[in-house]
T-cell receptor, first 113, second 114 residues
Framework: SQKIEQNSEALNIQEGKTATLTCNYTNYSPAYLQWYRQDPGRGPVFLLL?????KEKRKERLKVTFDTTLKQSLFHITASQPADSATYLCALPPTSGTYKYIFGTGTRLKVLA | SAVISQKPSRDICQRGTSLTIQCQVD?????MFWYRQQPGQSLTLIATANQGSEATYESGFVIDKFPISRPNLTFSTLTVSNMSPEDSSIYLCSVEIQGEEKLFFGSGTQLSVL
């Protein structure tokens, strides 16, 4: 079955630095991969989608890469701010015939002022 | 996009009782999903709710324990029945808008069972 892994340990970084989060997956060749942000007591919010034929995607201070050979996506937040502190989830789309997205456990990011 | 209102936001319940969670969407959607998120774990799909038909449950989840209603294209409920402390979790409803390859989530229901 498909498996998706994120570093479960919290990531603490200093304000202004670049945060890099990793998402690895196995047993799957997804057409795309998604990243979500989840704040405490809230549902996840969609951030970015990157397709299998895209190596990199940017949105403001966010950058996502997708390496289908390594089966890995990296999520970068440049010039990080305390407001970026949250849990970030990666997700794979449903396989054919299903509606089931596969989510990672998320990585908790804390940006220190 | 979609705005989802979910309630209650949290509840503390006694063992053996049931809780019904409501999910209201601001637009008509075909598919609504119910997820569970246990501490330190990923989101787990409980079931897919289609309007006018019975919900489709994932492995490990059964209708007697998690009955779902979907009376129209903007509303759904999930009931957690005969609760035990193991049911303590965050429950989330979610929708996917046709043509948009992403999920929209409600704010979640934090359930604690004593």
């Amino acid at each position: 079955s498909q498996k998706i892994e994120q570093n479960s340990e919290a990531l603490n970084i200093q304000e202004g630095k670049t945060a890099t989060l990793t998402c690895n997956y196995t047993n799957y060749s997804p057409a795309y991969l998604q990243w979500y942000r989840q704040d405490p007591g809230r549902g996840p919010v969609f951030l970015l989608l990157i397709r299998e034929n895209e190596k990199e995607k940017r949105k403001e201070r966010l950058k996502v890469t997708f390496d289908t050979t390594l089966k890995q996506s990296l999520f970068h937040i440049t010039a990080s701010q305390p407001a970026d502190s949250a849990t970030y989830l990666c997700a794979l789309p449903p396989t054919s015939g299903t509606y089931k997205y596969i989510f990672g456990t998320g990585t908790r990011l804390k940006v220190l002022a | 996009s979609a705005v989802i209102s979910q309630k209650p936001s949290r509840d503390i319940c006694q063992r053996g009782t049931s809780l019904t969670i409501q999910c209201q969407v601001d637009s008509q959607v075909t598919m609504m999903f119910w997820y569970r998120q246990q501490p330190g774990q990923s989101l787990t799909l409980i079931a897919t709710a289609n309007q006018g038909s019975e919900a489709t449950y994932e492995s490990g989840f059964v209708i007697d324990k998690f009955p779902i209603s979907r009376p129209n294209l903007t509303f759904s409920t999930l009931t957690v029945s005969n609760m035990s402390p193991e049911d303590s979790s965050i429950y989330l409803c979610s929708v996917e808008i046709q043509g948009e390859e992403k999920l929209f989530f409600g704010s979640g229901t934090q359930l604690s069972v004593l």
